[in-house]
C-alpha cells in the first residue's frame, strides 16, 4: 500500500527507480531495508511529514517507533553498545581499603593502632620531658605499653609512675644516651625485638649564632636528629613488617618547611624522610608521620637560657603539648605523612609556600 514520504526523500529516486515515486507517494518494497517494517511488528512511521501525516498514522493506532540502527553501524554486531550509567560504574575503591593524604592505600584493620583499647607496645626517646612525657602519657590512656628512652634514669621513673598508677600498663624505662654507641646499639636492639610504635622525639635546640656554635655540637645536633632518627627507624621497619604494621611517628617543627639554619635544616630532613617512607611502607602496613608543631609550651626554651615570657614569641603562636600529641597520633593514625597542628600554623607554612624563596629566607634569617 502507499506511504506518505515527504518530498526532501525524492534521492531515493536514484536508488529504486522513477516509477516507484508517485506525487510523494511510496511503497513499503520501494523504501530501502532500513526503513521497511520489522518482520511480525506492526507498521512504523518512517519519517516525519510537514503537513502532520504522521500525526494521523498515530491517531489511527500506529504507534511511532524508533528504526533499530543497521549492525554494521554499531560496530559489534548483534550487541548493543549501551554507555554505563552512573550506578554502574565500578567502584573508585576496593572495600576494606582506606584513602590516605599521600594517596597510598593502608588496610583498615592497621588503621585501629590508636584506638581506645590497645594492646601494642610504643618506644618512645626523649621521654623524661616535653612532648616525650606527653606521648607517653597519651599512649598509656590508648592502651599501649611503654618503653621510655631518655638519658636520666630518675626523670623517666618520675614520668612512669604516674602513667603506670594511672593506667596500670607496663612501663619499660631504659636510660641511654642515643649518642653513646654502646647505648644506642642497645636501644637499636630493643627496637628490633619487636614494637609496634616510634616515636622518635629526642632532640635538642642551638642558642647561639652559627659562626659562634662549637663544630661539635653542630655535629651532635646532626647526628641526634638525623643519624639517631634513622637508624632506629631502620630497626624497626623489619618487624613492623614481617608483623601486623606500625607507626613511627618523627617529632618534627615548622622551622622544616623554611630556609634555617642546622636546627631547622634536621626538621627539613625528617620531614622530607617521613614523606618517602610514608609512601614506600605504608602500603605494607607501616605509616611514617612527620609531627611538625610550633612554638609549644614545653622546657625546650628554658634549657636554652629563656625565661618563661622572654622568648620573644607572639603568644598567640604558642601550642599546647597536649594538643600537639593529640592531632599528631590523630594524623598518625589515619596515615598521614605531615601532621601540621592547629590551624595558624597550617596557614603559615602555606602562605611560605605561595611566597618568594627570597622573601621566605629573609623573613627566617633570624631562626637557627
Not at 590508648?142 to 614520668?159: F, I
Not at 655535629?219 to 606500625?246: I, K, N, S, T
Request: hydrophobic residues 45%; glycine residues 10%.
Amino acid at each position: 500500500m502507499p506511504w506518505h514520504v515527504p518530498e526532501d526523500l525524492a534521492h531515493f529516486r536514484g536508488v529504486t527507480g522513477a516509477s516507484d515515486v508517485v506525487m510523494g507517494r511510496r511503497t513499503w518494497e520501494s523504501l530501502p531495508p532500513r526503513f521497511r517494517p520489522l518482520p511480525g511488528r506492526r507498521n512504523i512511521v518512517v519519517s516525519r511529514s510537514d503537513d502532520g501525516a504522521d500525526a494521523g498514522c498515530r491517531a489511527g493506532g500506529i504507534p511511532r517507533r524508533r528504526p533499530r540502527p543497521r549492525d554494521d553501524r554499531r560496530g559489534l554486531g548483534d550487541r548493543r553498545r549501551t554507555p554505563l550509567r552512573r550506578g554502574d560504574r565500578p567502584r573508585r575503591r576496593a572495600r576494606g581499603v582506606a584513602r590516605l593524604p599521600h594517596r597510598h592505600p593502608v588496610p583498615v584493620r592497621d588503621l585501629r593502632a590508636f584506638g581506645a583499647s590497645v594492646t601494642r607496645t610504643a618506644l618512645i626517646t626523649g621521654a623524661s620531658s616535653g612532648l616525650g612525657a606527653e606521648f607517653a602519657r597519651q599512649l598509656a590512656a590508648r592502651g599501649a605499653d611503654l618503653v621510655l628512652v631518655a638519658r636520666d634514669r630518675a626523670a623517666l621513673e618520675e614520668v612512669a609512675a604516674p602513667v603506670r598508677a594511672a593506667h596500670g600498663t607496663r612501663v619499660e624505662v631504659l636510660p641511654a644516651d642515643l649518642l653513646d654507641a654502646d647505648d644506642l646499639a642497645a636501644v637499636e636492639a630493643r627496637v628490633a625485638a619487636g614494637i609496634d610504635v616510634l616515636v622518635n622525639n629526642a632532640g635538642f635546640g642551638l642558642d647561639l649564632a652559627f659562626e659562634k656554635t662549637d663544630v661539635a655540637d653542630e655535629v651532635r645536633h646532626l647526628r641526634l636528629h638525623v643519624e639517631v632518627a634513622m637508624r632506629l627507624a631502620h630497626a624497626a621497619l623489619p618487624a613492623m613488617l614481617a608483623g601486623d604494621g606500625g607507626r613511627i611517628v618523627n617529632v618534627a617543627s615548622v622551622a622544616g618547611f623554611v630556609p634555617r639554619g642546622t636546627y631547622g635544616a634536621v626538621k627539613g630532613w625528617l620531614i622530607s624522610f617521613s614523606r618517602w617512607a610514608n609512601v614506600v611502607y605504608a602500603p605494607r602496613g607501616v605509616t611514617v608521620t612527620a609531627v611538625c608543631p610550633g612554638f609549644v609550651h614545653t622546657n625546650f626554651h628554658e634549657r636554652l637560657g629563656l625565661p618563661p615570657g622572654q622568648e620573644g614569641v607572639a603568644p598567640g603562636l604558642w601550642l599546647d603539648a597536649a594538643t600537639v600529641v593529640r592531632e599528631g597520633l590523630r594524623d598518625a593514625a589515619r596515615g598521614r605523612s605531615v601532621s601540621i597542628p592547629s590551624v595558624r600554623y597550617k596557614m603559615l607554612v602555606a602562605v611560605s609556600r605561595l611566597l618568594p624563596d627570597r622573601i621566605v629566607a629573609k623573613a627566617a634569617a633570624r631562626g637557627r
